[in-house]
Structure formats: C-alpha cells, structure tokens
C-alpha cells in the first residue's frame, strides 16, 4: 500500500545506520504491560489503511487477554510518519506502526523501531522470502510483513473498444493508442503521468534499473540511471504530445474523470482494485485488469509499487505480544480475506495467497478474477530492489521535480538529476557515507 494506503519494497540498512538505531532509546507511555493492567496487555496500533480497523476488532475477540487499539493517522506520506518519529523520540510511541518497507531504513535510522526478533524469528518462514528481508537487517527484525504492491494495467475495456483500440501490451503500442484516443476525442486520455517517487521508481523497477546499493559500507544512490533515463523520456515524450491528462492519479478528480471515461487506464498496484471498485460506482463492471505493458515485446516484467509491514517502535513493553498480533494479523485467515477484499493487499503470507478472496472473480472487472494477472506480476517482479534510508526527503523532492516538470517548468530527466543530488547531499548529512553511481 502506498500514499492512498502506502507504498513500499526491499529495505537495506548499512552498519552506519544500524549505529544510529542501538544508540537512541525511547520508553513508551502509550501501552501498559498485563502487570500494570491487571493482567491484558493493552496494545496502541497506527495506521491510516481501510479495513485494518475490522481486523484488529477480530483480533480482540479471539484474545481476551490482549487488547489492541486501532488509532488512525494520516497517511505515512501525509504526515503519519512524522507523527509516529516524533512519538517515538518522545518516548511516548505506540508499540504497533503501520509503515511501508521503503520507510523502514529512516526509521531503523532515526532509533524508531524495536528489534523483536527473539520473537519474530519463529514465524519466518510464512511469509515470502523478500518480504522478510524488508523488515529485517542481518540479525535484527523490526516488524512482520503484511502485504507487497505487483504491478498491473488498470483500463477502461469499453473505452477502448468505443475507439476500437487494443488493449496494449508494450510501451510502444501504450503511446500509440494513447494518442490516437485523444486524436478521436480531445476530452479523453488514456492515462495521466507518474506524479511523485513511488510511483517513478515502480517503473524503474520494471525497467530494470534500480535507485540504491551497497558497497564496501557506501551507500550507492542511482536514480539518475540509464532504465529511469528512459522511463523519462518516454513520459516526456507522451506529455510534449499533450496526451496525459495532468491530474494526480487516484485523487478526487481523477476518480471524476475515470467514472466518466475521460481518463481510460491506470498502471499501478494492487491495492489500488478497492480504491477503484470503492468509489467508481457509474462505471462499474466496465474496467478489467491487464499485465504492464513492455518494453520488449513477449516480455513479462514488473514493477511493485507498495508493501507494508506492522512494525514494533522503540519503547515497546509487550514486544512478544505485540509480534504475536502482527503476525496473526497478516497470517490469520479471518485477517488476510478482510485486507484482502477491504483494503486490497497482496498478502506476504505464504498461506493467504491461496486463499478463496485471492481467486474469486468481480463484478466490477467484468467478471475477472484480476489476482490472476498479479500472480503473474508478483512471478516476474525483481525481488532485489533496495531503498535507501532518507525516502521521506526522495519523495519530496522528485514529487517536487515532477510537479515542475508537468507544469512546464522542468523535465522529468531533470527531476532524476535533482533528487540524486540532493539524496546524496541528504545521507551526507544524516552522517552516511554515499556516493553516486
């Protein structure tokens, strides 16, 4: 889940920042241990996501001796993840976070989370490998996994046949079907541009390209790479030819513009199938789901734009119960289908892929049984992309570049300059050692 929930991939962490965590300490106000609350555990979780609510509401009912509140914040990006670093260098931070693996190293950075792996470990192998490795750095585990974000092609199926235009399967075709829709009828588009980080990288990724690595304990920051040189001037391209709809994706507007077939497809996460069947109700069972369009024909690639873990912060007094409710929130069956169909994750439990909400065909698809095509995403999805520990300040300055860039003001080659820069200059500061490769 990204910014409408969160966003989220692998988390790499190098020994400078690992310092950094073991040397700030945080006692938590917000729970009381079953000592000091006449034998249940109380436990605080923040999060913002539809649907966690209902799952932590089954979690009590079956676990008299532990209560969870269910807190509901901003968005990470909206400021619910500052909320919860201010909390936690308080010393007054819940135990329980919601917050997405790309997020993960600035918290490990910045003293926020707790290491339960004492408890986490004897869960490991539930979940899928990669996941594990995101909420994890060597020997220390910092959370359990919920969910990751393959990446598909949303669209309008009866815009497109209106056009009589295909369902694209590469890029090429993508921009070819995109101006000849907006040639027909100057009031539609066939999609708006990438709008902030998450959603650029997701594209890199697909790409093959990859914006952080270590070596030799420096960290190695690469956005400004050769496969995000191309995703930009292919973006470039389409919005010099004046066919992207310059609307945010999945904001107000959007969403007006989409119901009315004004803005055809969408290539982003899973999570975004509830956002869409939530709130799209004139032009229900008119979309369906198709794979990313390549940049190689016959080619299978993804990208993931999401993923989220439930964290345990700094100055938790119930670690083990706290990791106990984590795990059963994303492994338990009851659990997964809620999130599954309420807030539209792809589960990071091994068992919950296979559940029956994960095969089930919607109406608001046409009838498709869209998990199909992000199986096929999550198959072909590079499991080795890596984030680096100053996201928050990434996001904001290429959401910022890429602002400029669809107003006139810059390019999106531009933005990938900028933010390498100032991504450098920020680790700089933070007292890690980077360089650009």
């Known amino acids: 889940m990204r910014s409408a929930w969160v966003r989220g991939a692998g988390a790499l962490l190098t020994t400078a920042a690992l310092v950094m965590t073991s040397a700030c300490s945080a006692d938590s106000g917000s729970d009381k ?28 009912a079956a676990h008299p001796n532990i209560k969870v509140t269910f807190q509901k914040t901003a968005s990470g990006s909206a400021g619910g993840y500052s909320k919860m670093l201010n909390a936690a260098k308080a010393g007054n931070a819940p135990c329980l976070a919601q917050v997405g693996y790309e997020s993960l190293p600035s918290f490990a950075a910045a003293g926020a ?12 192998g539930k979940y899928v490998d ?44 993508f921009a070819e079907v995109g ?18 980080g998450y959603d650029f990288a997701g594209l890199t990724w697909q790409a093959g390209g990859r914006w952080f690595g270590t070596e030799g304990g420096t ?10 040189r191309k995703v930009a001037a292919y973006w470039q391209d389409l919005h010099d030819a004046k066919v992207l709809k310059n609307t945010p994706a999945l904001d107000t507007a959007w969403i007006a513009d989409a119901d009315k077939g004004h803005i055809v497809s969408y290539v982003g996460a899973v999570w975004a199938n509830t956002l869409l069947s939530q709130n799209l109700k004139a032009s229900a069972g008119k979309w369906a789901v198709a794979p990313m369009p390549q940049w190689e024909e016959g080619g299978k690639a993804a990208g993931n734009n999401g ?81 680096g520990p100053t996201m928050t300040q990434v996001e ?3 959401t910022d570049g890429m602002k400029k860039a669809n107003s006139g003001g810059g390019s999106f080659a531009d933005a990938l300059t900028g933010t390498q820069s100032k991504t450098i200059s920020a680790m700089k500061a933070q007292g890690l050692t980077a360089s650009g490769s």
């Open 130 to 173: 990669w996941t594990w490795k995101a909420v994890s750095v060597q020997d220390q585990v910092y959370g359990i996994p919920l969910d990751t974000g393959p990446e598909a092609m949303f669209y309008r199926a009866d815009v497109l046949k209106k056009f009589k235009q295909p369902v694209p399967t590469t890029w090429k075709q």
């Open 396 to 398: 904001a300055d290429f």
């Open 307 to 387: 993923g989220s873990s439930t964290a345990v912060l700094k100055g938790c007094k119930n670690p083990k119960e706290a990791v106990e409710f984590a795990d059963w929130f994303s492994s338990n069956t009851q659990s997964a289908e809620n999130l599954i169909k309420n807030t539209g994750i792809y589960p990071a439990a091994t068992d919950a892929l296979s559940l029956p909400a994960v095969n089930q065909t919607s109406e608001f698809f046409g009838g498709q049984n869209i998990y199909d095509v992000f199986k096929e995403a999550a198959a072909n999805t590079d499991t080795n992309w890596q984030w």
């Open 33 to 60: 241990t079953a000592a000091e609350s006449g034998g249940k555990v109380n436990l605080t979780f923040w999060g913002w996501a539809p649907g966690y609510d209902k799952s932590v509401a089954a979690f009590n």
């Open 179 to 196: 101006k000849a829709i907006h040639k027909a009828d100057p009031n539609v588009y066939l999609t708006t541009p990438p709008s902030d």
């Open 113 to 124: 989370l707790e290491n339960v792996a004492k408890y986490a470990d004897a869960v490991k």
């Open 219 to 228: 960290w190695q920051v690469s956005i400004d790479n050769p496969q995000s």
